[in-house]
């Protein structure tokens, strides 16, 4: 099976040696480097003088010569923070290349595709197709994501005195204690009334609330705190940087910038890494995992159940693939944070995997087998050891595939 696999894969039969790649992929970053500065003289000497562009306008293709494009380059755009730029395909054959590239702003998707031809000393760039396609505005981005995420989930009981009180796709937990109760995560203001519906369901009551814990400082993770604090009384603990983002009310995030916005609130307390908290018995330790966002906060706890304990871990999130991962004016060090803040969950041990969002710990389908498990007396589903570590293979795999297509780091 391996060797017909080896057979039929293109890269296998068609042997190219490796350094016109590593030639084209030259090219290729003088042109994300032109791209990024705005620089017409570099653009110019990239494409050179024969170079032919068409460019799609509506439905149309138009020539557009490389002075022309040249003259639209003018500095760094003031959105180059979020521009994220990625080599989608690059393919060498000996009398030319083809390479498709990306470059995503927070409006729009422009594609370049590429023919390089060799010559001596190099490769030049002898034709390109430009093709942008605007994208959908953050409030329709907010809708589509929302009404997905926000599906009504059965609230449920977990395990120990860990409760599942959050959506089909944005999670919350309730954690009860005898002197009150923990929410970790309140989803969006939107979800509010049926956050509180669950809580009852389960027979508790929102007003019980003494302390609010948050993952991450996103509009849908704690975007109905201050609503929720202003009813309850709660206390709001969070990390010192996502606690900033909050009194901000999610303005200036590093990843998003001021598009998702939520009512802004003040932390009670900043919580360090390593510290507790601690409620009616209860204990919750944060660990830092900052990429995501840069205070982003993992909890870790132990519960009891049936006699046994059980270490839970809720991860904050570790998704930072779509984000400019290099060249990044604002967070230059979101993928060296990130890639620590993996190894620092592989030495955590988990019984319990939970997270911010449910689809990284099979919410669903676990949450259907819990009520069968139940039923026949077999083991909890969402005991599973080994759910952290394939979690962490899955974000460090993306992790490794973006920072590979993204743009190379340059020297400052
Ligand atoms: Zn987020």
Not at 27 to 37: K, M, Q, S, T
Not at 288 to 304: K, M, N, Q
Request: net charge negative.
């Amino acid at each position: 099976m391996v060797l017909v696999g080896a057979l039929a894969s293109p890269e296998i039969s068609i042997a190219e040696p490796a350094a016109p790649e590593a030639e084209v992929r030259e090219v290729v970053e003088r042109w994300f480097r032109a791209d990024a500065l705005g620089s017409a003289e570099e653009l110019k000497s990239i494409l050179g003088a024969a170079t032919s562009i068409v460019e799609k306008r509506g439905s149309k293709w138009v020539p557009v010569t490389a002075e022309t494009l040249a003259s639209r380059a003018s500095g760094v755009a003031p959105d180059e923070f979020r521009r994220v730029r990625r080599v989608e395909s690059l393919r060498v054959s000996h009398s030319e290349a083809s390479v498709v590239l990306s470059v995503e702003s927070p409006r729009d998707k422009r594609r370049d595709r590429l023919t390089l031809k060799p010559e001596t000393g190099g490769w030049r760039i002898v034709a390109d197709r430009r093709e942008t396609t605007p994208k959908p505005s953050p409030a329709e981005d907010v809708r589509t994501l929302l009404a997905e995420w926000t599906k009504p989930v059965q609230p449920f009981h977990i395990l120990g005195n860990v409760h599942y009180v959050g959506a089909n796709g944005v999670s919350a937990f309730l954690l009860t204690t005898p002197s009150g109760h923990v929410l970790l995560d309140s989803g969006p203001v939107e979800m509010l009334p049926r956050l509180e519906r669950n809580i009852e369901a389960l027979g508790f009551h929102l007003a019980d609330v003494k302390l609010l814990l948050n993952s991450h400082a996103h509009y849908d993770h704690c975007g109905a705190f201050a609503e929720i604090k202003r009813r309850t009384g709660a206390s709001l603990i969070a990390s010192e940087a996502d606690g900033t983002e909050m009194e901000h009310g999610g303005l200036g995030d590093f990843a998003y910038g001021d598009d998702y916005r939520y009512e802004p609130v003040t932390p009670d307390r900043h919580v360090g890494d390593g510290e507790r908290v601690e409620l009616g018995g209860l204990s919750l330790t944060a660990i830092l995992t900052p990429g995501h966002t840069r205070g982003c906060t993992t909890w870790s706890t132990r519960v009891e159940e049936g006699g046994r304990t059980y270490d839970v871990v809720f991860v904050c999130g570790l998704t930072v693939a779509p984000f400019k991962l290099t060249n990044n004016p604002v967070y230059p060090a979101v993928a060296a944070d990130t890639r620590r803040s993996i190894a620092r969950l592989r030495a955590q041990h988990a019984d319990v995997m939970l997270a911010a969002h449910g689809f990284w710990f099979d919410l669903t389908g676990k949450a259907s087998r819990l009520a069968q498990a139940r039923r026949t007396g077999a083991t909890n589903p969402f005991v599973d050891p080994g759910q952290l570590g394939r979690h962490l293979d899955e974000v460090e795999r993306d992790l490794a595939e973006s920072l590979a297509a993204q743009e190379h780091e340059r020297a400052p």
